[in-house]
C-alpha cells in the first residue's frame, strides 16, 4: 500500500468523525421511513426538514415525477421542493448530491403551476410562480442532477430558482426544456449572492405562452437585483447555454459584480433544437448589463459565444463598464461584441439614450477575439442625449490588443477547428452529441475539443497583453483558447490531497466519488482545458 493512499486514507478516517447524519433521498422511498440508505425519503423537502450544517442528503438515481407543491410564502410562489435549511460557512455546509455513478432526474412535466396572475395575492391559489427547486437558504451545495419540464400558464418558470440565498454552490446541474430560465439567482437581500455555477448546463429552456411575449423570459442563467455594496460576487465557471429562447446568460437589473470564466453561449434566442425562431427572444449570448447605480462591473473572460440569434458579447446599454478578457465571438447573427452603453445619475435615473463609457468607467476589451470583426459602439460610437439636443457619432474606446485593433481578419486557416455539431446541425439534442456542447467528461468539466481553438501558425498567437493568466509562447494569445498552453498542466486532486497546503482542482477525479465524505479546508485553482489557474480559494469536499 502506497504512503500517497495511506495518507488519503488516514485523513478520510481522522475526519469522518466531523462529519453530520448522513440521508437518502430515492423515487421508492417513503417520507415517513428513517432515511437511511435501506429505508430512504422520497422527497427532498422531507430531508429539508431534518438536515443541519455538515449533513448530507444522497439523492439515487431515476426520475422524480413532481406532481405536488408546496407554497413558499416569503416569495408568494408555489414549488415542488423548497429548501430552506441553511449551513454555516463555506466550510460547513448541507450537501444534497446525486450519488456516486447514478443521475436524479427531477421532472416537471406534471407540475402544478401557477395560476398565472401579474400580481400575487398572497394565496396559494393566486401565486405567480412555479419552480421545481427553489433554494433560500445560506451554505448549500448541490450536485450532479437533472432539472426539466417545468410548464407554464402565463408566467415564465425558472427551473431552478435561487432567492434571496447566499453561497449557494451548484455543480454539474443541467437545466433543460423548462417554459423559463434554466436557472434565476434573485439576490434581493442584504449580504446575499456569493454563489457559484461550475460546470452547470441549461439549454433548450422556452416559455412560449409568456405574457411579455413568445421566448422573452426563457434564459439559461440569470443572476439580479444584488443591490450596490452587498452580498458577494457570483461566479459562473465551465458553464453552457444553448438554444434557450431568450439569451444565455443575462445579468440586467445586478447592481453587484458578476464573473464568468470558461463559459459557452451558442444558439441562443432559437428554440426547438435550433428549429424555432421566437419572435420575442433577444438572442443574445452573453449579456451583461443593464446597470443603472454603478454597481454591475462585471468580468467576463476565457468566454466563447457563436451563432446566436443577435449579440454574442453585449453590453445592454449599462451605465458602468465591465471587463471582456480573452473571449472568443464568432458568426453572431448581429454582432460579436456590442458595447452599447449609456448615462445614469446617481438615483439610477436615465440622463442619455446612448453615450459611451469614457475614462475609469470605460469598458475594458483586451485579447478579444470577433470574427469576423463585426462590432458595434466600440471604437466609434453614437450618442444621443435629448436634453442637449446631441445625436452625433464620437469616437470612445476600442481596447486594446482585439482582433479589431490589430486589423486581423481572420480565416478558417487560424483556426484548429471551425466544423462543430453545433454550427451545423438542427433538430437534434445536442448533449446527446459528441461536440463542444455533448456529453462533458466524468469530472464535469468541458469537452476537450479542437473547436475555435488555434493552430499552430495562427495569427491570433502571441498577440495579446501579459494580464496576468498563465500562457505559452512569448506573448498570450488572442481569445478564449491558449495554443500549447494543455489541461495535463494541471494538478490532479490525488496529488493536492497530500500536500501540506490542503488544496486541489475544484473537480475532483472520478476515482474519489464514494459515498464516504472526506473534507479538505479550501480548494483552489480551478483549470480550464488550457490549464489556466485561477487563484480563487473556493469551500468544497471531495469524496473518498
Not at 34 to 63: C, E, Q, Y
Not at 96 to 122: K, Q, W
Not at 431 to 440: A, E, K, M
Amino acid at each position: 500500500m502506497g504512503a500517497r493512499f495511506l495518507c488519503i486514507f488516514a485523513l478520510a478516517f481522522a475526519t469522518l468523525q466531523s462529519f453530520g447524519a448522513v440521508y437518502y433521498v430515492a423515487t421508492d422511498g417513503n417520507d415517513n421511513a428513517a432515511g437511511t440508505k435501506d429505508k430512504p425519503f422520497a422527497t427532498l423537502n422531507k430531508a429539508n426538514t431534518v438536515v443541519h450544517a455538515g449533513d448530507t442528503v444522497w439523492i439515487r438515481g431515476g426520475i422524480y415525477d413532481l406532481r405536488d407543491t408546496v407554497f413558499f410564502e416569503r416569495y408568494r410562489m408555489t414549488a415542488a421542493i423548497v429548501l430552506t435549511a441553511s449551513g454555516e460557512s463555506d466550510d460547513n455546509r448541507i450537501h444534497y448530491l446525486a450519488y456516486p455513478g447514478e443521475r436524479p432526474i427531477f421532472d416537471g412535466a406534471n407540475l402544478p403551476v401557477a395560476a398565472g396572475t401579474d400580481h400575487s395575492d398572497g394565496t396559494p391559489e393566486g401565486a405567480m410562480y412555479t419552480s421545481p427547486i427553489v433554494i433560500s437558504a445560506k451554505y448549500l451545495h448541490l450536485k450532479g442532477f437533472d432539472v426539466r419540464n417545468t410548464p407554464m400558464k402565463h408566467n415564465s418558470n425558472s427551473g431552478v430558482f435561487l432567492y434571496a440565498s447566499k453561497h449557494i454552490f451548484l455543480e454539474q446541474i443541467d437545466s433543460h426544456h423548462n417554459a423559463g430560465p434554466g436557472f434565476f439567482a434573485n439576490d434581493g437581500a442584504p449580504d446575499g449572492g456569493g454563489h457559484i455555477f461550475l460546470n452547470c448546463d441549461a439549454h433548450d429552456n422556452y416559455d412560449p405562452t409568456g405574457w411579455q411575449g413568445d421566448g422573452e423570459n426563457a434564459d439559461g442563467f440569470g443572476a439580479h437585483y444584488q443591490k450596490p455594496g452587498e452580498g458577494d460576487t457570483t461566479k459562473f465557471i465551465g458553464c453552457r447555454a444553448w438554444w434557450n429562447s431568450d439569451d444565455g446568460f443575462d445579468f440586467i437589473n445586478q447592481e453587484f459584480p458578476v464573473v464568468l470564466e470558461n463559459c459557452y453561449a451558442m444558439g441562443n434566442g432559437y428554440s426547438d433544437y435550433g428549429l424555432g425562431n421566437p419572435k420575442n427572444g433577444n438572442g443574445h449570448g452573453i449579456k451583461m448589463g443593464e446597470s443603472t447605480l454603478g454597481g454591475g462591473r462585471h468580468t467576463i473572460k476565457f468566454c466563447a459565444a457563436w451563432k446566436n440569434k443577435a449579440t454574442g458579447f453585449y453590453a445592454n446599454y449599462t451605465g458602468v463598464g465591465s471587463k471582456w478578457l480573452n473571449n472568443t465571438s464568432y458568426m453572431n447573427k448581429d454582432r460579436e461584441f456590442a458595447m452599447a452603453s449609456t448615462l445614469f445619475d446617481s438615483e439610477g435615473n436615465r440622463i442619455a439614450e446612448v453615450a459611451p463609457l469614457t475614462g475609469d468607467n470605460a469598458h475594458v476589451l483586451k485579447n478579444n477575439i470577433a470574427f469576423p470583426n463585426k462590432n458595434s459602439q466600440v471604437g466609434e460610437c453614437w450618442e444621443y442625449i435629448p436634453s442637449q439636443n446631441i445625436d452625433r457619432y464620437v469616437e470612445c474606446p476600442a481596447g486594446e490588443n482585439n482582433t479589431w485593433n490589430l486589423n486581423l481578419d481572420l480565416t478558417v486557416d487560424d483556426f484548429e477547428s471551425l466544423d462543430d455539431p453545433s454550427m451545423t446541425v438542427t433538430g437534434k439534442d445536442l448533449s446527446t452529441i459528441p461536440g463542444i456542447l455533448g456529453p462533458r467528461n466524468a469530472d464535469g468539466s468541458l469537452p476537450d475539443v479542437g473547436f475555435l481553438k488555434l493552430k499552430k501558425g495562427s495569427r491570433a498567437i502571441d498577440k495579446g497583453e501579459d494580464l496576468g493568466f498563465p500562457f505559452a509562447g512569448e506573448a498570450p494569445d488572442l481569445g478564449a483558447f491558449e495554443y500549447g498552453l494543455s489541461s495535463s498542466s494541471a494538478t490532479s486532486s490525488s496529488s493536492a490531497m497530500g500536500s501540506s497546503s490542503g488544496t486541489a482542482r475544484i473537480m475532483p477525479q472520478k476515482s474519489f466519488d464514494s459515498e464516504t465524505p472526506v473534507r479538505l479546508n479550501h480548494l483552489k485553482g480551478y483549470r480550464d482545458l488550457n490549464g489556466r489557474h485561477y487563484e480563487k480559494q473556493i469551500p468544497y469536499r471531495v469524496m473518498f
